[in-house]
């Protein structure tokens, strides 16, 4: 069983950065990357960026040249540098462990999330 546990999340001005951390651990043998995702007061969750096994990384739209997620060597670290933050980016952030459902990679354990406030 994987578990994740987020943290680095704070309040920020505008501007400001933030550098999200996720430990993971536990086991399983499907998995095909690891995730951020937010999820804003009064609003459904949305995908923020993406690590793959191999590396290859992802971002939403508004998060390109923003934010920077990274992973350890050993993968038990998930990392997400948040840069030029706007109020926007006011959200509780969770990362998740990606695994294959039927050849799709789906984010499948959550961490209790972290979080992140950005003040005009």
């Known amino acids: 069983q994987v578990q994740l546990v987020e943290s680095g999340g704070g309040s920020v001005q505008t501007g400001g950065s933030l550098r999200l951390s996720c430990a993971a651990s536990g086991y399983t043998s499907n998995t095909c990357g690891m995730a951020w995702y937010r999820q804003a007061a009064g609003k459904q969750r949305e995908w923020v960026s993406s690590?793959?096994?191999?590396?290859?990384?992802a971002y939403a739209d508004s998060m390109k040249g923003r934010f920077t997620v990274s992973q350890d060597s050993a993968k038990t670290t998930l990392l997400l540098q948040m840069n030029s933050l706007n109020p926007e980016d006011t959200a509780v952030y969770y990362c998740a462990t990606e695994v294959w459902v039927s050849w799709r990679c789906e984010a499948q354990y959550w961490g209790q999330g972290t979080q992140v406030t950005v003040s005009s």
């Open positions: 690590i793959g096994a191999t590396g290859v990384t």
